[in-house]
């Protein structure tokens, strides 16, 4: 069953604004507070995600180094002690912030200037709701969600696959600022 314009328009409007970016430039990922094993599974998921779409994951960023950065927690307390968060993020206070709305998860896009994702900083508190989450499943979440800019909370599916594929061919434009793009991702679902 692939998914209506409507609800396509949906995952990418918020507060009445339509906006679609995926990445422009080779995604470089590193992720932080994770023990070896479980870093495994992520990895994994995110080459896979992103193979799947057809996009190209780097070893590393000629410009930042590292493009998507991930960072775990179990409480947000905790990335309060990352150096320059407030440069890196360009938002004060947002340990505390993340803390009062006992959020679970936080995710910054930065974009080029044609409006193509540049960036993704996301960040993972695993020690509230997340914590008795399969691994795998996190990991794919994660990944799906760093892949285009979504304007709601994803869970993955066939269907949400199929859409960023859909995204990522090379016909569409990395960024798209009007809702009729919504109708154009359709028509691609459609065909199969």
């Not at 023990?35 to 070893?59: C, K, M, N, Q, V």
């Not at 440069?87 to 004060?92: E, F, H, I, K, V």
């Not at 859909?166 to 919504?182: C, F, K, N, Q």
Request: proline letters at 6%; charged letters at 20%; aromatic letters at 8%.
């Amino acid at each position: 069953m692939s998914l209506t314009t409507d609800e396509i328009t949906d995952l990418f409007t918020r507060d009445g604004t339509y906006l679609c970016a995926r990445w422009g430039r080779p995604v470089a990922p590193v992720i932080f507070s994770l023990a070896d094993e479980t870093l495994d599974i992520f990895r994994a998921a995110l080459h896979a995600a992103y193979r799947h779409a057809g996009h190209p994951i780097s070893d590393t960023d000629p410009e930042m180094g590292a493009n998507l950065m991930i960072f775990f927690c179990r409480n947000w307390d905790e990335i309060a002690g990352i150096p320059d968060l407030d440069r890196l993020t360009g938002q004060d206070g947002l340990a505390e912030r993340l803390q009062s709305q006992h959020a679970d998860h936080y995710q910054i896009f930065r974009f080029d200037p044609g409006g193509a994702i540049r960036a993704c900083l996301s960040f993972i508190r695993i020690g509230g709701a997340l914590a008795d989450a399969h691994p795998g499943v996190l990991a794919e979440t994660i990944a799906m969600r760093s892949m285009l800019s979504f304007a709601r909370e994803i869970t993955p599916s066939p269907e949400l696959a199929r859409l960023i594929r859909a995204a990522y061919d090379p016909v569409m434009p990395d960024m798209a600022g009007d809702p009729s793009h919504a109708f154009r991702l359709a028509a691609r679902l459609s065909q199969g």
